[in-house]
């Protein structure tokens, strides 16, 4: 079963434009990872963010994390046509195995030259 | 360095067959996990293995197993296939878990698996 959902499942935007993936979850968790895939290959690693974590940027990537609220955001600044692809937000558990990620549905991303 | 690989990149096969998918983990890496991707949805957690023996299964049924070799490849093989088996097979690596290490897991391009 899925962790949680990620919000919107669909954005579309214009290049240049900010975008704002949403993640909610479930369970106490260790760590968020957030991952991008490009027309159902592999998942690329962009991001983590530890539970004791409330912000962390990379490059154009900035990630938050609010264990109160168990969501987390990821914004990808001045967004290009490369960066469509889906983006999926995957949480490792307190209690599970470190190899054992639950993901979310994931948020398909468009952006328009 | 070469990533994660996994072989055959697709795979056709009819109900009722037996599948073999491999994968390679990153050079330095102990820990493989495998993930089945159904259209539409995110990857589903099916097994991990470190030093070839399996830590974790997800909510798959028997009909799937994996083993982990002496260098730390992997196969997961299914048994019994069903139409619903259709999907995009992930394989990821990470390093063991120690004091400070981030829990990165590593995908590779994935095994699509169609079956008619």
């Known amino acids: 079963s899925q962790q949680g959902e990620e919000d919107p499942q669909a954005l579309s935007i214009q290049e240049g434009e900010n975008a704002t993936m949403n993640c909610s979850y479930k369970t106490s968790i260790n760590n968020l990872q957030w991952y991008r895939q490009n027309s159902g290959r592999g998942l690329v690693h962009l991001i983590l963010?530890?539970?004791?974590?409330r912000e962390k940027h990379s490059g154009r990537l900035r990630v938050t994390l609010d264990t109160s609220k168990k969501s987390s955001s990821l914004l990808i600044t001045a967004s290009r046509a490369a960066d469509t692809a889906s983006y999926f937000c995957?949480?490792?558990?307190?209690?599970?195995?470190?190899?054992?990620?639950?993901f979310g549905k994931g948020t398909k991303l468009s952006v328009k030259p | 360095d070469a990533g994660v690989t996994q072989s055959p990149t697709h795979l056709i096969k009819t109900r009722g067959q037996q599948v073999t998918l491999r994968c390679s983990p990153i050079s330095g890496h102990k820990s493989v996990s495998w993930y089945q991707q159904v259209l539409g949805q995110g990857p589903q957690f099916i097994f991990q293995?470190?030093?070839?023996?399996?830590?974790g299964r997800g909510n798959f049924p028997d009909r799937f197993s994996a083993r982990q070799f002496p260098n730390y490849s992997s196969e997961l093989n299914v048994n019994a296939l069903l139409l619903g088996d259709s999907a995009l097979y992930l394989c990821?690596?990470?390093?063991?878990?120690?004091?400070?290490?981030?829990?990165?897991?590593?995908f590779g391009p994935g095994t699509r698996l169609t079956v008619l």
């Open positions: 995957a949480t490792g558990s307190s209690g599970g195995s470190q190899g054992n990620l639950i």
């Open positions: 963010i530890r539970s004791n974590e």
């Open positions: 990821a690596s990470s390093l063991p878990r120690l004091a400070g290490a981030e829990d990165t897991q590593y």
């Open positions: 293995y470190y030093e070839k023996e399996e830590r």
